[in-house]
């Protein structure tokens, strides 16, 4: 596992967060208009809340777009957790010349889901990957 350093903002979203929801966040990250935060298996159901209630406070108290992904050490079953509820039928590491990459292999109507809204959903997930598991990259291949 990779050390990740939280700085003080990150510190201060992710308090805020455990104090409104009463989950304890592992990392948290910021892209654009979302915030993202890395939560146990444990805690998704305080995360979230009774019928989306906790999740509903945290977006108002930061008036953005809130996620909240189950963390996991498996490399795979993360990547599977980030593009929750998109299907990915294989997920494998790769080297190339820029680095360790991870390889995504999708059915075709899956990809919109994958990316998201102006790629917003792939720019979280690479963030995510490079930081807890040194991934430089996401490839997508059609199954």
């Known amino acids: 596992m990779v050390r990740i350093r939280i700085g003080a903002d990150e510190i201060q979203f992710i308090n805020l967060f455990e104090k409104l929801t009463g989950a304890k966040a592992q990392d948290m990250i910021e892209e654009e208009n979302t915030i993202c935060f890395l939560v146990s298996k444990e805690d998704m159901g305080l995360a979230i809340g009774k019928k ?11 008036n953005k777009n809130v996620c909240v992904i189950e963390y996991s050490e498996d490399m795979a079953e993360f990547v599977r957790n980030i593009f929750q509820p998109s299907k990915i ?44 598991f040194n991934m430089e990259d996401i490839i997508l291949e059609n199954a």
């Open 89 to 132: 039928r294989e997920v494998r590491p790769s080297s190339s010349s820029k680095g360790r990459n991870i390889v995504l292999k999708i059915d075709r109507k899956q990809r919109g889901g994958i990316i998201g809204s102006k790629g917003e959903k792939i720019k979280l997930a690479k963030r995510l990957l490079n930081r807890h």
């Open 52 to 62: 989306g209630a906790n999740i509903e406070k945290v977006r108002n108290t930061f």
